[in-house]
T-cell receptor
Framework: AQKVTQAQTEISVVEKEDVTLDCVYETRDTTYYLFWYKQPPSGELVFLIRRNSFDEQNEISGRYSWNFQKSTSSFNFTITASQVVDSAVYFCALSEAGSGGYQKVTFGIGTKLQVIP | DAGVIQSPRHEVTEMGQEVTLRCKPISGHDYLFWYRQTMMRGLELLIYFNNNVPIDDSGMPEDRFSAKMPNASFSTLKIQPSEPRDSAVYFC??????????????FGPGTRLTVL
């Protein structure tokens, strides 16, 4: 069974600080996908990134970066120089790959990030 | 291109009433998902469809919940009778394996349901 753990339920930082959101996953598959979604106060879920299990390269997109480490089953998300607009709930998710079609996506409980001006 | 459309955005009803939530997936997407989000349980998958056919409804909490997808552009989630513990945000999402990001799901804005 697949499982996603986001141990940090709430984090508060002051604007311009860096912040890292932790994500630890469990799966028995060797091929899988990891995701991060953002849910701002308006409520919609916004896709941020997908990473497949064969690609351990870290990724940077502007102020966002992701650190994927298979050895520790972690897929952490760092926001550099945080801004008030980053305030949201962030979800980490895992999907096991299959022979085709949809494979169930399991979401973590979410980490609520508050950036204080 | 319009995203996933859900209606209503907010619904307040009394216990025992029937509630119908609606969803229009992104055109061309062949998968549709219904999720429920609560503080206690996070985001739970209730049911999903592929080509209008229900594939897995193991997440549906009980017989009071039912979902249909009569065509590729419309789905409903019905709760009858509703109970206060059904209060949650219900999301609809759609996906296509042909999408650029495999298994990426596109979420609607959600329906916030309050059962008094």
């Amino acid at each position: 069974a697949q499982k996603v753990t986001q141990a940090q339920t709430e984090i508060s930082v002051v604007e311009k600080e860096d912040v890292t959101l932790d994500c630890v996953y469990e799966t028995r598959d060797t091929t899988y996908y990891l995701f991060w979604y953002k849910q701002p106060p308006s409520g919609e879920l916004v896709f941020l990134i997908r990473r497949n299990s064969f690609d351990e390269q870290n990724e940077i997109s502007g102020r966002y970066s992701w650190n994927f480490q298979k050895s520790t089953s972690s897929f952490n998300f760092t926001i550099t120089a945080s801004q008030v607009v980053d305030s949201a709930v962030y979800f980490c998710a895992l999907s096991e790959a299959g022979s085709g079609g949809y494979q169930k996506v399991t979401f973590g409980i979410g980490t609520k990030l508050q950036v204080i001006p | 291109d319009a995203g996933v459309i859900q209606s209503p955005r907010h619904e307040v009803t009394e216990m025992g009433q029937e509630v119908t939530l609606r969803c229009k997936p992104i055109s061309g997407h062949d998968y549709l998902f219904w999720y429920r989000q609560t503080m206690m349980r996070g985001l739970e998958l209730l049911i999903y469809f592929n080509n209008n056919v229900p594939i897995d409804d193991s997440g549906m909490p009980e017989d009071r919940f039912s979902a249909k997808m009569p065509n590729a552009s419309f789905s409903t989630l019905k709760i009858q009778p509703s109970e206060p513990r059904d209060s949650a945000v219900y999301f609809c999402a759609s996906s296509s394996p042909l999408a650029r990001v495999y298994n990426e799901q596109f979420f609607g804005p959600g329906t916030r349901l309050t059962v008094l």
